[in-house]
């Protein structure tokens, strides 16, 4: 069964518009954490944001919000005032654990094109 | 800055040839990782080195093989090089345990089977 489902292989958004990228994920493990990684066309993948399984709180990170709703298993991005530089691929990725190495298990990726 | 360098960027091999691809990071990581992803898909992991333990993925071709020579360096080396090894690889490192520990990837190199 996939662990990290991102339903959406493509969006298109304009300028100066929120955009939501959608992520559920599977998991037994009580402890668990959340990425989402943009890679851009240069290949290069760059940390945006990050959630514990036990925050309380939605993280945050400048422009980027995660909507975590644990009951429903679903971490999507939230990108505020979308901008031309936004346009990549974003993946959702999940770590199992809390110890050792973060082995991630990444979904499908959305590719963001943000429009002028 | 520290960081995570590939070398090299680009690298073209013919079917069956040795090639080796590098990593170095200057984050004094413990962990280090190497990811294969190719066109449209999501990164896959073949491996990961936690200090000198290696780590094998079980689905991982013996085609593939790791060293880490200390804690700064780790190389990918593929045998016998298939055409369907083309593909970007990606380094990654990051610290251990929970928490954060966000995985810092290094700008990647694309492989080129001829």
């Known amino acids: 069964a996939q662990k990290i489902t991102q339903t959406q292989p493509g969006m298109f958004v304009q300028e100066k518009e929120a955009v939501t990228l959608d992520c559920t994920y599977d998991?037994?493990?009580?402890?668990?954490?959340l990425f989402w990684y943009k890679q851009p066309s240069s290949g290069e993948m760059i940390f945006l944001i990050y959630?514990?399984?036990?925050?309380?709180q939605n993280a945050t990170e400048g422009r980027y919000s995660l909507n975590f709703q644990k009951a429903r298993k679903s971490a999507n991005l939230v990108i505020s005032a979308s901008q031309l530089g936004d346009s990549a691929m974003y993946f959702c990725?999940?770590?199992?654990?809390?110890?050792?190495?973060?082995?991630?298990?990444f979904g499908q990726g959305t590719r963001l094109t943000i429009n002028p | 800055d520290a960081m995570v360098i590939q070398n090299p960027r680009y690298q073209v091999t013919q079917f069956g040839k040795p090639v080796t691809l590098s990593c170095s990071q200057t984050?004094?990581?413990?962990?280090m990782y190497w990811y294969q992803q190719k066109s449209s898909q999501a990164p896959k992991l073949l491996f990961h080195?936690?200090?000198?333990?290696?780590?094998n993925e079980a689905d991982t071709p013996d085609n593939f093989q790791s060293r880490r020579p200390n804690t700064s360096f780790c190389f990918l080396d593929i045998r016998s090089p298939g055409l369907g090894d083309a593909a970007m690889y990606l380094c990654?490192?990051?610290?251990?345990?929970?928490?954060?520990?966000?995985?810092?990837f290094g700008p990647g190199t694309r492989l080129t089977v001829l």
């Open positions: 990725a999940m770590r199992e654990g809390a110890q050792g190495a973060q082995k991630l298990v």
């Open positions: 959630q514990g399984s036990y925050d309380q």
């Open positions: 998991t037994s493990d009580p402890s668990y954490g």
């Open positions: 990654a490192t990051s610290g251990a345990g929970g928490g954060r520990n966000e995985q810092f």
């Open positions: 080195y936690y200090d000198k333990d290696f780590n």
């Open positions: 984050l004094n990581h413990n962990v």
